[in-house]
């Protein structure tokens, strides 16, 4: 690995991304602080349109620790509107960020042994025990925002870097057509035709269910 300047996230940064995230708690810190370890060790800025970064994340629904995701996006700029963050669930914790243009990529993993701990601490017992994160005590996060935020990332992250990630780039679509069923707009990549005409996914999929031409729409 080439040597790199580790990012210092600032106070104003974690406050702004604790307010989109909505809640004070350990897992967002340290995927912000994953995001900017990526970016600083493939050398790259915060992504302004969709094409500059990939990040790929692994955490999946309803589980600890998927806020996660929230700090990759805040870093990274990589977001769900611009279709350049991909959530992969695998209910699991890495970040892979892909740079397009050098097809480098850097593959960020939590280490095992830190993530099996968090969930013997208090903050992860409680939420077992169904406490929302914004109602916990923060003498109980406190310390755990803290300490993500300052320990040496090599305690926190294995890193492994890639020269040439497989990515397929996808080209912006800025066409769109009429669905004759519903009559509501669906971009053209995402339509079927059938026979002459253009169909949304759902109605396309009513047609074959109901092994017809669709109902009309009232
Ligand atoms: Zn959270
Ligand atoms: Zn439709």
């Given amino acids: 690995m080439k040597p790199f300047e580790e ?16 809640h004070k708690c350990p897992a967002m810190p340290q995927g912000l602080r994953a995001g900017h370890l990526a970016m600083d060790i493939l050398d790259v800025s915060r992504a302004r349109g969709g ?4 990040a790929v994340v692994e955490t999946g629904y309803h ?3 998927g806020c996660f995701a929230d700090g990759v996006m805040v870093a990274t700029g990589c977001t769900v509107g611009k279709g350049n963050l991909v959530q992969k669930p695998l209910g699991k914790f890495a970040l892979t960020l892909i740079d397009p243009k050098s097809g ?8 095992y042994e830190r993530m099996s701990q968090c969930l013997n601490m208090d903050f992860f017992k409680l939420r077992a025990e169904g406490v929302p ?4 005590d923060p003498d109980v996060v406190e310390p755990l925002i803290e300490d993500v935020m300052t320990r040496p990332w090599q305690e926190i992250f294995e890193v492994k870097e890639f020269t040439h990630y497989p990515y397929e780039k996808a ?48």
Avoid: N
């Fill in 7 to 22: 990012t210092i996230i600032t106070a104003e940064e974690l406050v702004s991304a604790q307010a989109f995230h909505g």
């Fill in 51 to 54: 094409g500059e970064l990939i």
């Fill in 63 to 65: 589980h600890f620790s």
């Fill in 104 to 111: 480098r990529a850097v593959r960020v993993i939590p280490r």
């Fill in 133 to 136: 994160p914004y109602a916990l």
């Fill in 171 to 218: 080209p912006e679509i800025f066409d769109a057509v009429q669905c004759a069923h519903c009559g509501e707009l669906v971009v053209t990549s995402y339509a079927h035709k059938y026979g002459e005409q253009w169909y949304c996914g759902p109605c396309l999929d009513q047609m074959l269910h109901t092994g017809g031409m669709p109902v009309e729409s009232r």
